[in-house]
């Protein structure tokens, strides 16, 4: 008796199985395990790899060290691109960051009316591509805009006109995370302020700012990154302004100078990296606002704050329902600013581009694949880091190429993807110039966040579901399919949209690497602008923002549903 509960319990640490032999379970979780690592390595790590060892080649692809560097520094235009992307960058996270937190502040701290369609309002840029706000503003302020006076004979065309584009392209990512915290505060440090007659400005100072000072160098970071290395918004407005992420596109597709292409792609990596290690630094010295004997802080209502926080608010609101506002009726107009009589001819792609309405169908077929196959590799993955990981090394490398991404630039990663993909040597340059390859780069670009999400909600489901299984020999898979993919449907979805949106949205990612057949919308969106089509331009562009705004629509309602039935099956079990 002793011996066999010896045996039960080693089974029960070790995840063994209790008949005799090989344990199949384990050999399958290791083979998973390995065939998602090794995946993650050729969508990730591998074209990185290969971008990197291009910056150290010359043209016939001998070792050069850092000669290709050295004549990156001795060109003047080049090292302007650096100090360009450097302030655009720095300028509009103190322009965005403060407006995002302002916006956030009166949703959380106050008892406004219409939180939610504000809020609503400000993630709309979210379901656009990067473009759509660059079009806008032209038409906007641009020499045939309706408010051009109001740049006092300046041009749209430049660093005005790509900062305010950033503002409104990254205003979603701000909003997102200052209003996650701001909603977490202790009530009891306010009660005790407001007993002390503490003023308002210093309350902010002493508590708030204290409290969300995390959230806030976690949003500055995101937004330098995103305006350092985004390419559409440049592309399109830049006008002859050089920055970092349009000297690639000029190397690559305009010089075929490969390894100063590779240059710049490893040099968009250091802000990125750098700002993730700021971050990693800047967490682990956080400290936990919230302990067990908190009280939720709730706003009480004031009715001249209240009107105060919704006037600030309606007026942010109004440059952004402006811009996208611009562009839906720039779409459906027949000659802007000549003939602005309604027409439907802007929707005719064919008129402009021979695809015609291919590339739209194709980024509706990329986010399709994506968001399968992406979703079932970052659930499964996700599934085995949680829940089997258990000391295996092949497991703890996958997590580890998993966070990767959230360092990469798209526009690095799909440089990257040429470099490896491409050589003839390789055996996967089958899948170069076809759909495959456009949806193994925007599943490896998006990928940290959907892997996060999947942790997260599997961190939420008690391991005494997978103890309980092995107990009664029940496979895993099995639990797997019966309990723990039908309780995380809601993350599922989540993540399947995750990817669905941003694979609509992507720019930089698929520049380099889309054939004649898939060209995606975002794509076209640039080529249509390059060809002075703004109107099909921005058809192309709404058409993206209508589909991504569709499916989050489905998401919600998806989302509702599952979670009622849920919650009817949670009551059910209460009941019993």
Same mark, same amino acid.
Not at 22 to 42: Q, S, T, Y
Not at 550 to 567: E, F, N, P, S
């Given at each position: 008796?002793?011996?066999?509960?010896?045996?039960?319990?080693?089974?029960?640490?070790?995840?063994?199985?209790?008949?005799?032999?090989?344990?199949?379970?384990?050999?399958?979780?290791?083979?998973?395990?390995?065939?998602?690592?090794?995946?993650?390595?050729?969508?990730?790590? /591998?074209?990185?790899?290969?971008?990197?060892?291009?910056?150290?080649?010359?043209?016939?692809?001998?070792?050069?060290?850092?000669?290709?560097?050295?004549?990156?520094?001795?060109?003047?235009?080049?090292?302007?691109?650096?100090?360009?992307?450097?302030?655009?960058?720095?300028?509009?996270?103190?322009?965005?960051?403060? @407006?995002?937190?302002?916006?956030?502040?009166?949703?959380?701290?106050?008892?406004?009316?219409?939180?939610?369609?504000?809020?609503?309002?400000?993630?709309?840029?979210?379901?656009?591509?990067?473009?759509?706000?660059?079009?806008?503003?032209?038409?906007?302020?641009?020499?045939?805009?309706?408010?051009?006076?109001?740049?006092?004979?300046?041009?749209?065309?430049?660093?005005?006109?790509?900062?305010?584009?950033?503002?409104?392209?990254? /205003?979603?990512?701000?909003?997102?995370?200052?209003?996650?915290?701001?909603?977490?505060?202790?009530?009891?440090?306010?009660?005790?302020?407001?007993?002390?007659?503490?003023?308002?400005?210093?309350?902010?100072?002493?508590?708030?700012?204290?409290?969300?000072?995390?959230?806030?160098?976690?949003?500055?970071?995101?937004?330098?990154?995103?305006?350092?290395?985004?390419?559409?918004?440049?592309?399109?407005?830049?006008?002859?302004?050089?920055?970092?992420?349009?000297?690639?596109?000029?190397?690559?597709?305009?010089?075929?100078?490969?390894?100063?292409?590779?240059?710049?792609?490893?040099?968009?990596?250091?802000?990125?990296? @750098?700002?993730?290690?700021?971050?990693?630094?800047?967490?682990?010295?956080?400290?936990?606002?919230?302990?067990?004997?908190?009280?939720?802080?709730?706003?009480?209502?004031?009715?001249?704050?209240?009107?105060?926080?919704?006037?600030?608010?309606?007026?942010?609101?109004?440059?952004?329902?402006?811009?996208?506002?611009?562009?839906?009726?720039? %779409?459906?107009?027949?000659?802007?600013?000549?003939?602005?009589?309604?027409?439907?001819?802007?929707?005719?792609?064919?008129?402009?581009?021979?695809?015609?309405?291919? %590339?739209?169908?194709?980024?509706?077929?990329?986010?399709?694949?994506?968001?399968?196959?992406?979703?079932?590799?970052?659930?499964?993955?996700?599934?085995?880091?949680?829940?089997?990981?258990?000391? %295996?090394?092949?497991?703890?490398?996958?997590?580890?190429?998993?966070?990767?991404?959230?360092?990469?630039?798209?526009?690095?990663?799909?440089?990257?993807?040429?470099?490896?993909?491409?050589?003839? %040597?390789?055996?996967?340059?089958?899948?170069?110039?076809?759909?495959?390859?456009?949806?193994?780069?925007?599943?490896?670009?998006?990928?940290?966040?959907?892997?996060?999400?999947? /942790?997260?909600?599997?961190?939420?489901?008690?391991?005494?579901?997978?103890?309980?299984?092995?107990?009664?020999?029940?496979?895993?898979?099995?639990?797997?399919?019966?309990?723990?993919?039908?309780?995380?449907?809601?993350?599922?979805?989540?993540?399947?949209?995750?990817?669905?949106?941003?694979?609509?949205?992507?720019?930089?990612?698929?520049?380099?690497?889309?054939?004649?057949?898939?060209?995606?919308?975002?794509?076209?969106?640039?080529?249509?602008?390059?060809?002075?089509?703004?109107?099909?331009?921005?058809?192309?562009?709404?058409?993206?923002?209508?589909?991504?705004?569709?499916?989050?629509?489905?998401?919600?309602?998806?989302?509702?549903?599952?979670?009622?039935?849920?919650?009817?099956?949670?009551?059910?079990?209460?009941?019993?």
């Amino acid at each position: 008796m002793t011996d066999l509960a010896t045996r039960h319990g080693a089974a029960a640490d070790h995840g063994t199985s209790f008949r005799p032999g090989i344990d199949w379970e384990h050999v399958v979780r290791l083979l998973v395990g390995a065939l998602m690592l090794a995946v993650a390595l050729v969508i990730i790590v /591998l074209p990185l790899y290969a971008l990197l060892s291009q910056s150290f080649e010359d043209h016939e692809g001998n070792f050069v060290g850092l000669a290709n560097f050295i004549s990156y520094a001795q060109d003047p235009i080049l090292r302007l691109s650096v100090f360009n992307s450097l302030w655009v960058a720095v300028l509009t996270v103190a322009i965005v960051v403060p @407006l995002g937190f302002f916006f956030s502040y009166a949703l959380t701290r106050s008892c406004m009316p219409l939180k939610g369609l504000f809020k609503g309002i400000a993630l709309l840029p979210i379901l656009a591509p990067s473009l759509l706000p660059a079009i806008a503003l032209i038409y906007i302020f641009g020499n045939q805009g309706y408010l051009k006076w109001l740049m006092f004979g300046h041009s749209i065309y430049g660093p005005v006109g790509i900062i305010m584009a950033q503002v409104f392209h990254c /205003l979603p990512f701000v909003v997102l995370i200052m209003t996650t915290a701001l909603a977490t505060a202790d009530a009891r440090l306010y009660e005790a302020a407001e007993t002390l007659n503490t003023s308002r400005w210093r309350v902010f100072w002493t508590i708030t700012f204290p409290s969300v000072r995390y959230g806030l160098i976690n949003a500055s970071l995101v937004v330098f990154t995103t305006a350092i290395v985004d390419f559409g918004i440049a592309k399109v407005i830049g006008g002859k302004f050089n920055m970092l992420a349009i000297d690639v596109y000029r190397q690559i597709i305009g010089q075929a100078n490969f390894q100063m292409g590779a240059v710049i792609g490893v040099i968009l990596l250091f802000p990125a990296v @750098l700002t993730f290690i700021v971050e990693r630094v800047t967490y682990k010295h956080q400290t936990s606002q919230l302990t067990a004997r908190a009280v939720m802080l709730q706003p009480k209502p004031s009715r001249g704050f209240d009107r105060l926080m919704l006037l600030a608010v309606a007026v942010l609101a109004v440059p952004i329902l402006g811009i996208i506002g611009t562009a839906i009726f720039a %779409s459906f107009v027949t000659l802007w600013p000549y003939n602005l009589s309604f027409s439907l001819a802007n929707f005719n792609f064919g008129a402009f581009d021979p695809g015609g309405w291919l %590339s739209y169908w194709n980024s509706v077929e990329m986010a399709a694949w994506t968001a399968l196959f992406g979703t079932i590799m970052a659930f499964c993955g996700g599934y085995l880091t949680e829940k089997h990981r258990r000391g %295996s090394r092949v497991l703890l490398g996958y997590h580890i190429v998993a966070m990767v991404p959230l360092a990469v630039p798209g526009i690095v990663l799909g440089l990257g993807y040429i470099f490896f993909f491409n050589m003839p %040597s390789n055996p996967l340059n089958v899948v170069y110039g076809t759909m495959t390859i456009m949806v193994m780069c925007t599943i490896g670009h998006y990928y940290t966040v959907p892997h996060l999400m999947a /942790l997260t909600a599997l961190k939420q489901i008690d391991s005494e579901f997978e103890a309980a299984s092995q107990a009664l020999g029940v496979s895993f898979w099995t639990t797997l399919r019966r309990v723990t993919v039908p309780i995380s449907i809601p993350a599922i979805i989540d993540i399947a949209t995750f990817f669905f949106v941003n694979a609509m949205t992507t720019v930089a990612g698929v520049i380099f690497i889309y054939g004649s057949t898939t060209k995606v919308a975002s794509i076209a969106v640039v080529a249509l602008n390059d060809t002075g089509d703004e109107g099909a331009a921005c058809a192309m562009a709404m058409m993206i923002l209508y589909t991504s705004a569709g499916v989050k629509l489905l998401q919600v309602i998806a989302t509702r549903l599952l979670l009622h039935r849920q919650q009817q099956w949670r009551s059910s079990l209460r009941e019993a």
